[in-house]
């Protein structure tokens, strides 16, 4: 099945809106989480990531918010403008230095002037 | 900043043919990896390493061989390929194995 799953395969949020992007994962062995940024023809690049000794991390307009006991996590992006438009991909690791990230399949974000 | 780079950025052969995917890292980082992205599929991986001459399985292997032959060198393997091939490629590099930093991909067409 699938490890890493993110339901809403697309977003649409207007321009200044809040953007909400979620990721359910199954494997409770998981203790890295991480977004990942992709516009078309490019490649992903991180944006944030979280331990799960944290159920909280910001970083600007960008805030993970990490529910362990519900195998969820989710990116808050504040103020939301057109160049946020693009993929976001969650991923999950297990453990320090293990050298394995699992990938959902990744959710569109439009953010409409 | 990590600096991957692959080759060749667009190749396109036949069913059957053998193709080698390249990929460079110029950071000494530790780990390497193979991903396929497919519309419906996100990123998947095919295979990873974390050295030059080891080699891990990934998610999706079949039909794939990799070899790394240095720190910075990882190549990935298609001996007999199939239209089920045709994708993006991604390859990545760590040095933990937590943020990567991925290639400008590679897309592969089989017909």
């Known amino acids: 099945g699938q490890q890493v799953k993110q339901s809403s395969p697309s977003l649409t949020v207007q321009e200044g809106g809040i953007s909400i992007l979620n990721c359910d994962y199954e494997?409770?062995?998981?203790?890295?989480f991480a977004w990942y940024k992709k516009y078309p023809d490019n490649s992903p690049t991180l944006l944030i990531s979280?331990?799960?000794?944290?159920d909280k991390r910001e970083d600007g307009r960008l805030t993970v918010f990490l529910n362990k006991s519900g195998k969820h996590f989710s990116l808050h992006i504040t103020a939301s403008q057109p160049e946020d438009t693009a993929v976001y991909l969650c991923?999950?690791?297990?453990?320090?230095?293990?050298?394995?990230?699992?990938f959902g399949h990744g959710t569109i974000l439009r953010v409409h002037p | 900043e990590a600096a991957v780079t692959q080759s060749p950025r667009n190749k396109v052969t036949v069913t059957g043919g053998n193709v080698t995917l390249s990929c460079r890292q110029t950071?000494?980082?530790?780990?390497m990896y193979w991903y396929r992205q497919d519309t419906g599929h996100g990123l998947r991986l095919i295979h990873y390493?974390?050295?030059?001459?080891?080699?891990q399985i990934g998610d999706v292997p079949d039909g794939y061989k990799a070899t790394r032959t240095t720190q910075e060198d990882f190549f990935l393997l298609l001996e007999l390929a199939s239209p089920s091939q045709t994708s993006l490629y991604f390859c990545?590099?760590?040095?933990?194995?937590?943020?990567?930093?991925f290639g400008p991909g590679t897309r592969l067409t089989v017909l």
């Open positions: 990545a590099s760590s040095d933990t194995g937590d943020e990567q930093y």
């Open positions: 390493s974390y050295g030059a001459g080891n080699l």
């Open positions: 950071n000494s980082h530790n780990y």
């Open positions: 991923a999950a690791g297990i453990g320090a230095n293990t050298g394995k990230l699992t």
């Open positions: 494997n409770d062995m998981f203790d890295y």
């Open positions: 979280v331990r799960s000794n944290v």
